[in-house]
């Protein structure tokens, strides 16, 4: 049960959803936004770095979680894991990034953490955080910095794709691949296409 402090905080979160309203959550379409985020997470290595890994490899945020210090002590830029997929069971990568790397390395060395350590440890023994404390943090991000919709830890996923989408042109093909789907049109409804985004590749320069 919720206490009346807690229910207080969640009716004052412009992005707690609504009793009743979709639990879909958005993505975060503006990389202004991101940098934002970025800057209000500079104090806190641990979230930084879980913000930065989550938009950055579109692996889900509980498979994330579940990583330790060991898994990429020692990683260098272009190096990956093979992870196991806790929903699918399926084998994906995490890919270390050029701004993944400079965040995990500062993080880890600034921090004194065992390889046994979780990686986004709790401050509540060797566990990892929660999933819900996780959904919580993008509330209270996303909210800080103004920005309207429903986010939660999801939207670290959606947001990677959305930005490949979006600014690399990458296809729904490889992003299906990518997140483990079952077709593109699982994909596409996934990032949020909209039938308005469909109407506007109909004013495009006419062919021939």
Not at 5 to 27: F, L, M, Q, W, Y
Not at 100 to 108: D, E, P, R, T, W
Not at 130 to 157: C, D, F, M, P
Request: charge should be positive; glycine fraction near 8%; include cysteine.
């Amino acid at each position: 049960m919720k206490t009346e402090t807690e229910k207080t905080a969640i009716s004052r979160n412009p992005n707690h959803p609504k009793k009743g309203s979709s639990t879909v959550v958005d993505p975060i379409r503006d990389e202004k936004h991101i940098k934002a985020i970025r800057k209000i997470l500079s104090d806190n290595q641990r979230n930084h770095l879980l913000f930065v890994m989550g938009i950055n490899n579109g692996l889900r945020t509980g498979d994330l979680l579940k990583l330790k210090v060991m898994d990429v002590r020692g990683l260098k830029e272009g190096d990956k894991i093979t992870i196991k997929e806790g929903k699918t069971g399926k084998q994906n990568i995490l890919v270390i990034n050029k701004t993944v790397h400079k965040v995990l390395i500062q993080y880890l060395m600034e921090n004194k953490l065992k390889d046994d350590d979780y990686l986004f440890k709790s401050r509540k023994g060797n566990r990892p955080i929660s999933i819900q404390t996780v959904n919580g943090y993008l509330k209270k991000w996303t909210s800080e910095i103004n920005i309207k919709g429903n986010y939660g830890a999801h939207s670290l996923r959606k947001t990677w794709g959305y930005f490949q989408r979006k600014i690399f042109g990458v296809g729904f093909e490889v992003l299906c691949k990518r997140y483990n789907h079952a077709s593109p049109a699982i994909t596409m409804r996934y990032l949020g296409i909209t039938d308005k985004e469909v109407e506007n590749i109909l004013t495009n320069n006419e062919i021939g």
